[in-house]
């Protein structure tokens, strides 16, 4: 820790002994929140990574725990982080200061992974301090008895609440911050983050105290920024994909050069691969490890634990590592593949070098040459100290409905008094009573179409006025299901061997170690006998037994890659922005690789290269179709909307459209007819968005998947029941056979409502797509050519893999060499 100036400010002999014995001096940011916290006042604050934020936000706790030790078990803080792997870190740290101070407090965590022996025991006798998820709060919640273990609570700590707030888990933690206003109304609420676009908007998220001063802005100095480049190949850099098989060889030597990395990916299928590729280039025997989300909880603290011991030379690793772990070790970060956000980027490379006054080092390593541009606009934002990130609107009322139902599992409410309470949460500040009913109605029958079934109701209201859980099972089987993520369904992998055998005896399998979990959708098209990779090694499919795929290691050089449904980061919005000037900008292309300047050369040359706030479409004839392919740049969601929109345009023009493939960057069209003479301005209208919305939402696929997300947060649809559990193919078809139960009988049922309001920023990326077409309204650069241009290559070497079918064409699949393509696009 660095001087702040004031030596120790106010801090309490023991404390200043702590800090001076170590070498450190209190920072001012963490002085100065502090003084907030023990005056009583809620506040942001805003600290570089390495700043010391987590220590700060505990410093008022561990003074007023050890002015006053408690004489009965009561719970004076609760800390919440989006990450388990975070909770249990932040307790080892904090643990340290603790005992050295010997303040004698019980610091405990609670995660999902945690013993139900240990939770019962916390709920028995609450430690000092506890440090859990939002997961795990809004557990308690829905428990009885849950004012009483709140009513001594002083201090609630919320960390990297950026990555939470915009989010549905978000809305769940404001609604649960909300009861714990009302249970303690002495508690101050604490927010902590490195990355904040908005600190105005964050602050009024933490504000839920009813007459109660606005939480308090803390920004701390700027730390020394980043040693932030990007990886020039020495090989050939693809035109598309996203392994980063060509940059393996040079990325193992940036390993071997480091003292620890971590090298970041996108999603866990790339995870999975890079770590093999790595472990082909390790000649040298380096302890390389593997950490993602669906790997078993006992792999990921062994990974975990090897890295606070300093015995590892690098992770690969996803999103689970994202925030605020600190491994003083690790001095380099590798991205692999675009970030897709500034922010995200940042939050990253904070974790080389975790020290507010030593930059941090991160390489960036673009797997395509889209991803070069991506990466070079991330890299002037990240130097620039510009943050992306979306603004969340209202909250969603799946959320809210599951929310009712926790508080009707646990206290009770009345329903006067829980809508002035749920007010508070900033979500749904502006909640109107009539919805408020609605949603009331709807967990109490299921909403007028589904109120003659009895399985939909679920609370009651008591000759009290006190809504409860209708039965003990209800309640259950909330708990059960508490949270706001929605999982694609998934099996346990487990390693098994054979037994029997004997003579005239029949051979078994018998499971063993689990090694994580799989989607059920990716091992449903496996037979037994083929190979997938999964937890850093080979494995072979021998069959399913109950909810376990049992498996055994096998050699196959060429085994496949599960497929994941999540993990996909969008392309911001603030970096498309920025990609889309840059190509614009001849100026800039003098920083990209000479393969790429030549590239946005010959495409200038052969078809056009358009304004930032115009949209290229380009149309050409190959191979008795007809193509158009347009480069909007505003992430796959959206272009994948986009592409359902045209193609039902194009076949009411006569077009016959035959499929579409969409990219981050791009979309490509192909059809029976040319396309070329069609009216551009006209086919990109945004009253696509009106009644070709409509009718294609009606029939879409994604907006079932939509639906059936909303129903299982809200709880019309249950998972997990006591003693079974539903399968991905029960959960579908009873979901969707109520989605086409409500579209017919009532069509303003709320959930629907809920899953069209999700539309827009989820699956289908409406309000992105929308905000996209008014910006290039009559701002259309069509053009006609002969041949395939040079940026169409990326998207047209994916053509086929989102074939589209009507009543008039039949499904295409273009199958052609990436030389090819090449060579008539540059030749």
Not at 398 to 423: N, P, S, T
Not at 503 to 528: C, D, H, N, Q, V
Not at 547 to 576: C, H, Q, R, W
Request: charged letters at 25%.
């Amino acid at each position: 820790m660095a001087d702040s100036g004031d030596p120790d400010g106010n801090l309490p002999a023991r404390f200043r002994d702590w800090f001076s014995g170590r070498g450190w001096r209190p920072r001012a940011h963490q002085l100065e929140l502090t003084e907030t916290a023990l005056a009583g006042d809620s506040a942001l604050l805003i600290a570089p990574t390495g700043g010391g934020k987590t220590l700060a936000g505990f410093l008022a706790s561990l003074i007023e725990l050890s002015a006053a030790p408690r004489t009965r078990p009561a719970l004076h803080t609760l800390y919440i982080s989006p990450l388990k792997a975070l909770a249990v870190d932040v307790q080892r740290n904090l643990m340290q200061p603790a005992e050295e101070m010997q303040l004698g407090l019980r610091i405990e965590s609670r995660t999902g992974d945690t013993p139900a022996a240990a939770r019962q025991r916390q709920r028995k006798s609450p430690p000092d301090i506890l440090l859990t998820t939002p997961e795990q709060l809004a557990l308690f919640i829905a428990s009885g008895n849950a004012a009483r273990f709140f009513a001594d609570l002083r201090c609630v700590i919320i960390d990297e609440i950026h990555a939470i707030a915009p989010t549905k888990r978000g809305d769940l933690l404001s609604l649960c911050l909300a009861s714990l206003a009302e249970w303690a109304p002495d508690c101050r609420f604490i927010g902590l983050s490195a990355t904040v676009r908005d600190p105005e908007g964050l602050s009024g998220w933490l504000d839920v105290r009813r007459d109660a001063a606005s939480p308090r802005i803390i920004r701390a100095a700027p730390g020394a920024g980043s040693d932030l480049s990007i990886l020039v190949s020495r090989e050939r850099i693809p035109w598309s994909g996203h392994s980063g098989r060509f940059a393996v060889g040079e990325v193992y030597e940036a390993i071997r050069q480091a003292r620890t990395a971590l090298v970041f990916v996108n999603t866990r299928s790339q995870a999975e691969l890079l770590f093999q590729e790595l472990w082909r280039a390790n000649d040298d025997h380096l302890p390389i490890a593997l950490h993602h989300g669906s790997l078993s909880k006992e792999q990921r603290r062994k990974v975990e634990t090897a890295m606070s011991a300093d015995v590892l030379k690098a992770v690969v690793c996803t999103s689970t590592l994202d925030l605020g772990i600190d491994w003083g070790a690790v001095d380099l970060v590798i991205q692999m593949g675009a970030p897709k956000g500034s922010a995200r980027l940042i939050q990253r490379i904070g974790r080389a070098n975790h020290r507010m006054d030593e930059a941090s080092r991160a390489m960036l390593v673009p797997t395509n040459r889209f991803e070069v541009l991506e990466c070079r606009a991330a890299e002037d934002a990240v130097k620039a100290g510009e943050l992306d990130g979306e603004t969340r609107g209202q909250g969603g009322l799946d959320v809210l409905a599951q929310h009712v139902m926790g508080r009707a599992c646990g206290e009770g409410f009345r329903l006067d008094g829980l809508y002035e309470e749920v007010r508070r949460a900033a979500p749904y500040r502006h909640l109107d009573w009539e919805t408020w009913e609605r949603i009331v109605d709807f967990v109490a029958t299921g909403g007028y179409a589904l109120k003659v079934y009895d399985r939909f109701r679920r609370i009651v209201r008591g000759p009290d006025g006190i809504w409860r859980a209708r039965t003990a099972r209800e309640a259950q089987q909330h708990r059960m299901n508490v949270g706001a993520i929605v999982e694609a369904p998934a099996l346990n992998v487990r390693k098994a061997s054979f037994v029997g055998g004997k003579t005239g005896e029949r051979r078994t399998l018998r499971p063993g170690r689990k090694l994580g979990e799989i989607e059920e959708y990716f091992l449903s098209t496996l037979a037994p006998g083929d190979t997938f990779l999964f937890a850093g090694e080979v494995l072979a499919f021998l069959g399913i037994q109950e909810n376990d795929a049992l498996v055994m290691s096998s050699s196959d050089p060429e085994p496949a890659i599960p497929y994941y449904a999540g993990g996909k980061f969008p392309l911001s919005t603030f970096l498309a922005g920025r990609v889309r000037q840059m190509i614009h900008d001849p100026a800039q292309w003098a920083a990209l690789p000479e393969p790429v300047q030549e590239w946005f050369a010959v495409q200038r040359a052969r078809s056009a290269i358009p304004p930032p706030d115009h949209l290229l479409v380009e149309t050409f004839p190959r191979g008795g179709r007809f193509y158009l392919v347009a480069y909007p740049f505003e992430g796959r969601l959206a272009h994948q909307t986009l592409g359902m929109l045209l193609t039902r345009r194009l076949e009411r023009a006569g077009a016959r459209p035959l499929g579409f493939v969409a990219s981050e960057y791009a979309l490509a069209v192909w059809a029976l007819e040319d396309m070329s003479g069609l009216d551009m301005d006209q086919l990109f209208a945004p009253d696509m968005l009106g009644d070709d919305l409509e009718e294609w939402l009606a029939e879409s696929v994604l907006m079932k998947r939509t639906f059936r997300q909303c129903a299982q947060i809200s709880g019309l649809i249950a998972r997990r029941f006591p003693g079974q559990e539903k399968t991905g193919r029960q959960v579908s078809f009873s979901t969707d056979l109520i989605y086409d139960v409500l579209r017919e009988h009532e069509p303003g049922h709320i959930l629907l409502q809920a899953a069209r309001a999700d539309a827009a920023t989820g699956l289908l990326d409406i309000r992105r797509l929308s905000d996209a077409l008014t910006r290039i309204a009559g701002r259309i650069d069509h053009r006609a050519l002969a041949r395939i241009s040079p940026f169409a290559v990326p998207v047209m070497l994916e053509v086929g893999k989102e074939p589209v079918s009507s009543p008039d064409t039949q499904d295409a699949i273009l199958s052609e060499t990436e030389a090819d393509l090449i060579a008539e696009a540059m030749g």
